[in-house]
């Protein structure tokens, strides 16, 4: 190991490549990742703007993050009131995604939150500056479309989102 951190850990493993050469390979540990698609009766679907350290820019995105350790429907329910203060009546699994899969074997759980209610937002340090916008599902498409939202686990859940709003119609309406 490289380096350990208490977010990352950074690897360099000693490999033999499938032509019989011994090599080196690079990767990262991480936690499991969330993003949470969470839609109103409106068709709303809640998204974050945040400062993104490494982007030097604001990021619209889904809420979401790190697992910490936690079973991801778990650490969804906790990031989605963590972040805008509001807790999802139910949660259904959309899909899971490998962002990175050359370089971590972390995976993002993909989630539809229905149902939706008033909490309490308790975000951290690194989220002081965040924002809660309400947009159309449409809309939000349209600016995965026109590039305005690039994070990959919000553009996957966004469009799994309306897919599932498109083969399941009046499944996607919950309460607020």
């Known amino acids: 190991m490289l380096h350990a951190g208490p977010i990352v850990a950074l690897h360099r493993d000693a490999v033999l490549r499938p032509d019989g050469s011994v090599g080196s390979y690079e990767h990262v540990t991480v936690h499991d990742g969330v993003r949470v698609a969470a839609l109103d009766d409106h068709d709303q679907v809640l998204l974050v703007e945040d400062d993104f350290y490494l982007q030097h820019r604001r990021v619209l995105h ?17 990031e989605l009131e963590e972040e805008t203060g509001v807790v999802a009546g139910h949660l259904e699994l959309l899909g899971v995604v490998d962002p990175l899969p ?32 309400w947009w159309k599902l449409a809309d939000a498409i349209e600016a995965v479309r026109a590039g305005g939202i690039t994070e990959a686990g919000s ?7 309306g897919l599932a709003q498109l083969t399941q119609p009046g499944t996607v309406s919950p309460t607020v």
């Open 102 to 133: 050359a370089i971590t074997t972390a995976r993002t759980h993909l989630f539809l939150a229905t149902g939706l209610r008033l909490g309490s937002a308790r975000r951290d340090d690194t989220e002081i500056g965040m924002t809660v916008q």
């Open 155 to 161: 553009v996957s859940a966004l469009l799994l989102a």
């Open 62 to 78: 889904l809420p979401g993050g790190s697992s910490e350790g936690q079973d991801p429907r778990d650490a969804a329910m906790r």
